[in-house]
């Protein structure tokens, strides 16, 4: 699975969107974006997950560039409860086994 | 629906002992996948278990071992614990193993291990 690179933390005021951007150059074509947060003490949660094209579900929208080689996280108006570490990984769709997880960025949301 | 359960929350044991960790799968699911998380990294995966048979291990000595039940309910077992195995230790269960969406794991809070 293609190795991830993500800021170590970032500040967002309440009710701005938060923009949280991941590098994954050396992306290969079969491999998907997926996005999890972890809010502290609990397990890492599902955000959503996109191949080429943006998604957008209730939680978030994310964007992939055009050469897949960087996506965004975006959570469009951020509440203090979504202050969580938020881990982008790259994996395939095949049979792999386990998702790797790196450092993530921890978003403190501000009031 | 339920979601993925851990059983216990907190455990505390001393080193040498030996721990049994549980977990019950979201409904529907029959692959779990258990992780080791230490303080202040990203979750490590141990192994995953599907349809009662281990189907991939990570990084992690034999003393690791586990069990997926006919109901897909899982346990890991940890043996002669050491005082680096104090960790938050979580399951995760999906549909499936292959396809977009069977990656879409779903974790249960986890169980915190404090290994003295």
């Known amino acids: 699975d293609a190795k991830t690179t993500q800021p170590t933390s970032m500040d967002c005021a309440e009710g701005r969107a938060a923009n949280l951007p991941c590098n994954h150059s050396t992306i290969s074509g079969n491999e998907y974006v997926y996005w999890y947060r972890q809010i502290h003490s609990q397990g890492p949660q599902y955000i959503i997950h996109?191949?080429?094209n943006n998604e957008t579900n209730e939680m978030a929208s994310l964007i992939i560039t055009e050469d897949r080689k960087s996506s965004t996280l975006i959570l469009p108006h951020a509440t203090l409860r979504d202050t969580a570490v938020y881990y982008c990984?790259?994996?395939?769709?095949?049979?792999?086994?386990?998702?790797?997880f790196g450092s993530g960025t921890q978003l403190t949301v501000l009031p | 629906e339920t979601g993925v359960t851990q059983s216990p929350t907190h455990l505390i044991k001393t080193r040498g002992q030996q721990v049994t960790l549980r977990c019950s799968s979201q409904?529907?699911?029959?692959?779990v996948s258990w992780y080791q998380q230490a303080l202040g990294q990203g979750p490590q995966f141990i192994f995953q278990?599907?349809?009662?048979?281990?189907?991939g291990r990570g990084n992690f000595p034999p003393r690791f071992s586990g069990l997926q039940f006919p109901n897909y309910s899982s346990e890991l077992n940890v043996n002669a614990l050491e005082l680096d195995d104090s960790a938050l230790y979580l399951c995760?269960?999906?549909?499936?193993?292959?396809?977009?969406?069977?990656?879409?794991?779903?974790f249960g809070p986890g169980t915190r291990l404090t290994v003295l």
């Open positions: 996109g191949l080429k």
């Open positions: 990984i790259v994996r395939s769709s095949g049979s792999a086994r386990q998702l790797t």
């Open positions: 409904s529907g699911h029959n692959t």
């Open positions: 995760a269960s999906s549909p499936g193993l292959a396809g977009a969406k069977m990656n879409e794991q779903f």
């Open positions: 278990y599907y349809r009662e048979e281990e189907n």
